[in-house]
């Protein structure tokens, strides 16, 4: 019987690829059946990135959709029994900490199924975040856990994990980045529709974290300080669909957002006088005096540039030349450090330590004069040195891939 994999959510799919390459490659091969849950579908969320990383069509899609937390989790657990059912699979591998991911574990583990789960024992210790309810729920009752960095044995221990069920393998995220980085868009071509020079300084940012985005005082402040930083340094900002949804009303409705099928990313670019003004007026409900126009937005500042997502190796190729990086995403905070690149996490928490420990990461929250010093620091002195974490080489799929067999009792 096949192991069944489940993919839901964008991060989802620079994890699966690798592993699903691994598992056709290993000695002997592991069969495989992807599912994918739908929770993200826009194409630029989803497909792009199934043809950008050679992912493998899904043999079976749940198209579940967008909904509260409880109504998507319930929804994946839904749709996943009868497949479950179905495949009889000899086990349920899920990645990361997406609702899929804890959805799909739910079930499979009530029905006896063995559960395995990528990236375990990650925790930012902040159960305000929903992945963080995922990720410790799924790792309670998972069966074989696959870890990135020690702290998450630690972790793991601390909450009865029994050390038995947990092998440390690596990052299997930075498998892709060494699979891809040759093939990667080059970021000149990306820059070169938005006329920023990709010989000086640039910067590339993310947000989505609903502790960043949902909260329009929050948002405001945030948005304003990217427009001081877009003063220093070109900052080139693709925009994700939970993110955009919280901005639209503050700007006209922008016809080519999530408009997709943006192969090109000229074409993804957005009408840059709606996007500036989204980024210049302060939601409504904004605090006083939390970010006024003028403070955010001095003298027409066109050096914020709002992308539609790109896709994964639009995104690489942005990341592995990049001058900064300002995030509020896990999987970049690792891809900063694998690739050397300064990081600066508009968190107050991490559940990925190794990468400010090791890394190029450094957190910085919210707070508008940290975040403009971090990145005049950076400007001045090359920001943080850092080094490659252990196991983050590349080759992680494959342990996971020859672990698996081991524990399936089909080799060793
Ligand atoms: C999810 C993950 C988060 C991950 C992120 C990466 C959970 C709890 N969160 O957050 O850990 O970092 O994906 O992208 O699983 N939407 C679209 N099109 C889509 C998908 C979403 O327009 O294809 C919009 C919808 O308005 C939706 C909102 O984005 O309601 C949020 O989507 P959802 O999947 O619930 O969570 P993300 O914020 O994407």
């Given at each position: 019987?096949?192991?069944?994999?489940?993919?839901?959510?964008?991060?989802?799919?620079?994890?699966?690829?690798?592993?699903?390459?691994?598992?056709?490659?290993?000695?002997?091969?592991?069969?495989?059946?992807?599912?994918?849950?739908?929770?993200?579908?826009?194409?630029a969320?989803?497909?792009q990135h199934?043809?950008a990383?050679?992912?493998?069509?899904?043999?079976?899609?749940?198209?579940?959709?967008?909904?509260?937390?409880?109504?998507?989790?319930?929804?994946?657990?839904?749709?996943?029994?009868?497949?479950?059912?179905?495949?009889?699979?000899?086990?349920?591998?899920?990645?990361?900490?997406?609702?899929?991911?804890?959805?799909?574990?739910?079930?499979?583990?009530?029905?006896?199924?063995?559960?395995?789960?990528?990236?375990?024992?990650?925790?930012?210790?902040?159960?305000?975040?929903?992945?963080?309810?995922?990720?410790?729920?799924?790792?309670?009752?998972?069966?074989?856990?696959?870890?990135?960095?020690?702290?998450?044995?630690?972790?793991?221990?601390?909450?009865?994990?029994?050390?038995?069920?947990?092998?440390?393998?690596?990052?299997?995220?930075?498998?892709?980045?060494?699979?891809?980085?040759?093939?990667a868009v080059s970021a000149?071509q990306t820059?070169?529709?938005?006329?920023?020079?990709?010989?000086?300084?640039?910067?590339?940012?993310?947000?989505?974290?609903?502790?960043?985005?949902?909260?329009?005082?929050?948002?405001?402040?945030?948005?304003?300080?990217?427009?001081?930083?877009?003063?220093?340094?070109?900052?080139v900002?693709p925009?994700?669909?939970?993110?955009?949804?919280?901005?639209?009303?503050?700007?006209?409705?922008?016809?080519?957002?999530?408009?997709?099928?943006t192969a090109a990313p000229?074409?993804a670019?957005?009408?840059?006088?709606?996007?500036?003004?989204?980024?210049?007026?302060?939601?409504?409900?904004?605090?006083?005096?939390?970010?006024?126009?003028?403070?955010?937005?001095?003298?027409?500042?066109?050096?914020?540039?709002?992308l539609d997502p790109v896709d994964y190796l639009t995104m690489l190729g942005l990341l592995?030349?990049?001058?900064?990086?300002?995030?509020?995403?896990?999987?970049?905070?690792?891809?900063?450090?694998?690739?050397?690149?300064?990081?600066?996490?508009?968190?107050?928490?991490?559940?990925?330590?190794?990468?400010?420990?090791?890394?190029?990461?450094?957190?910085?929250?919210?707070?508008?004069?940290?975040?403009?010093?971090?990145?005049?620091?950076?400007?001045?002195?090359?920001?943080?040195?850092?080094?490659?974490?252990?196991?983050?080489?590349?080759?992680?799929?494959?342990?996971?891939?020859?672990?698996?067999?081991?524990?399936?009792?089909?080799?060793?």
């Amino acid at each position: 019987p096949p192991v069944l994999c489940v993919v839901g959510a964008r991060p989802n799919f620079m994890k699966m690829a690798p592993i699903l390459e691994a598992f056709a490659r290993a000695e002997p091969a592991i069969p495989a059946t992807l599912v994918h849950t739908g929770q993200h579908y826009d194409v630029a969320m989803n497909e792009q990135h199934f043809a950008a990383l050679g992912l493998p069509k899904p043999d079976i899609s749940l198209e579940v959709g967008s909904g509260s937390h409880a109504k998507q989790t319930a929804a994946v657990m839904e749709h996943f029994e009868p497949v479950l059912d179905e495949v009889q699979p000899a086990a349920v591998l899920v990645v990361g900490d997406v609702n899929s991911t804890l959805a799909c574990t739910l079930v499979a583990s009530k029905k006896g199924v063995p559960v395995i789960h990528v990236e375990a024992g990650l925790r930012s210790y902040d159960r305000t975040m929903p992945e963080e309810i995922n990720r410790v729920l799924t790792d309670q009752i998972a069966d074989l856990l696959f870890t990135t960095e020690a702290k998450a044995e630690d972790n793991l221990a601390r909450e009865g994990v029994p050390a038995e069920r947990v092998r440390f393998v690596g990052n299997v995220m930075i498998d892709s980045v060494h699979r891809n980085r040759e093939k990667a868009v080059s970021a000149a071509q990306t820059l070169a529709a938005l006329d920023v020079d990709p010989a000086k300084p640039w910067g590339l940012v993310t947000l989505h974290r609903p502790s960043n985005v949902d909260d329009a005082a929050v948002l405001a402040n945030i948005v304003g300080t990217l427009n001081e930083a877009a003063e220093r340094l070109p900052l080139v900002f693709p925009v994700h669909p939970r993110t955009r949804a919280r901005m639209s009303h503050v700007a006209a409705p922008r016809t080519t957002y999530g408009s997709a099928g943006t192969a090109a990313p000229v074409g993804a670019v957005s009408d840059r006088e709606s996007a500036r003004s989204a980024l210049q007026e302060p939601p409504e409900g904004t605090a006083p005096g939390a970010v006024s126009r003028s403070e955010a937005a001095p003298t027409g500042a066109t050096n914020l540039h709002l992308l539609d997502p790109v896709d994964y190796l639009t995104m690489l190729g942005l990341l592995q030349s990049a001058t900064l990086v300002i995030t509020d995403s896990g999987g970049l905070q690792e891809e900063t450090t694998a690739l050397g690149i300064p990081c600066l996490t508009v968190r107050e928490n991490t559940e990925r330590p190794i990468t400010i420990e090791q890394g190029t990461n450094t957190l910085v929250g919210t707070d508008r004069a940290t975040i403009l010093a971090a990145v005049d620091n950076i400007l001045t002195t090359g920001g943080k040195q850092g080094r490659i974490p252990e196991y983050w080489d590349g080759q992680t799929a494959e342990r996971i891939a020859t672990e698996l067999n081991r524990w399936l009792g089909r080799s060793g």
